[in-house]
């Protein structure tokens, strides 16, 4: 007689090892303030996986990475502070393990790049903190990196003009500055805004010049007036003789060269009305009924110089003297 058939108890197989279905971060190009989301899915629910020991993170930091059905794994990546690389990935360690035990394979993410180092302003001088007429200054202005949207617009300018900035690099950039005319001022700088970044999209910081000073006020000389008149005669001339120069129209402390001919004399201007006092003994050296040239020049501080201003006098030491004292008739009826 035949026996009866039997069934071993129900066994499983699974000889099918866990794969990455995809490791991915939601932002590869991380620049300063920026994250990334971390996305790990695994083609079936792992074992023993935790992030903190499974993935090896290059310049940055993972938080614990969590999932609800152990399959999608998220947590976010930040990247470390002030550096720049190109090369980064996320490295999945093979030491998890599917339900059955199964090991995985290991992954690693596409590469990321990160930038968190703000641009810089290394320099930002002018040739010239003095100007005064016909003066321009060359502006330089130099960036720690190359930048990105910079322009003139990203530059206030006091009291003149600056030229398009140009660059070769994008790092340094230089433009010509040409003060306003007619202007004193003492206190003026360049400004630079924070609407640049650098390639990576950071921002930097403002910056300004040093400060310059602008003189392109030329000085003037209304009138140059000899206190004797037209005629220097032997009594005006006793110990010495002036020169008064009125109504300069220029500041306190400057320089004025009185020329008498080719004598020069120059004294230090005090107020708009000044006398310059020539010595006697050079004024009797003058030949008498000739007639000279007093100039004036004027430069104020910052070497500006006035139109020259001149006039003239003569020098008049002799006596008036009789020629002929006489009568048409000396016998007179």
Do not use: C
Not at 43 to 57: K, L, N, P
Not at 244 to 271: H, K, R
């Amino acid at each position: 007689n035949a026996g009866p058939s039997a069934t071993t108890a129900n066994y499983t197989i699974d000889t099918l090892a866990p794969s990455v279905s995809s490791f991915t971060l939601s932002d590869t190009a991380l620049k300063v303030g920026e994250t990334a989301t971390v996305t790990l899915v695994f083609s079936e629910a792992v074992s023993g996986f935790s992030s903190d020991a499974d993935i090896t993170v290059q310049n940055g930091s993972l938080a614990t990475m969590s999932s609800s059905d152990n399959i999608t794994w998220t947590g976010t990546f930040t990247p470390s502070s002030n550096i720049e690389d190109t090369t980064n990935i996320l490295t999945l360690a093979t030491s998890y393990t599917d339900l059955a035990g199964n090991s995985g394979p290991s992954a690693t993410t596409a590469n990321y790049t990160i930038d968190t180092t703000a641009p810089s302003v290394s320099s930002f001088t002018m040739s010239d903190t003095a100007l005064k007429i016909g003066e321009t200054s060359t502006v330089t202005l130099v960036f720690s990196e190359a930048v990105s949207g910079f322009s003139n617009a990203d530059i206030t300018v006091q009291n003149g003009s600056l030229t398009t900035m140009t660059s070769g690099n994008n790092i340094t950039w230089t433009g010509t500055f040409t003060p306003s005319t007619n202007l004193e001022d003492t206190s003026n700088v360049l400004t630079l805004a924070t609407s640049y970044t650098d390639t990576a999209g950071n921002a930097g910081p403002s910056a300004t010049t040093a400060n310059y000073t602008i003189d392109t006020l030329a000085p003037t000389i209304s009138s140059i007036t000899p206190s004797w008149g037209s005629y220097l005669n032997a009594t005006e001339d006793n110990s010495d003789g002036t020169v008064t120069v009125a109504t300069i129209n220029i500041e306190d402390s400057q320089t004025l060269t009185i020329g008498l001919n080719s004598v020069n004399y120059t004294g230090s201007v005090s107020s708009n009305s000044v006398t310059i006092t020539i010595a006697g003994g050079n004024l009797r050296a003058l030949s008498d009924g000739t007639t000279y040239t007093i100039t004036a020049n004027v430069s104020d501080a910052a070497g500006n110089a006035a139109t020259q201003g001149s006039t003239t006098f003569i020098y008049d030491i002799t006596a008036p003297a009789v020629s002929s004292f006489t009568l048409s008739d000396t016998a007179l009826k």
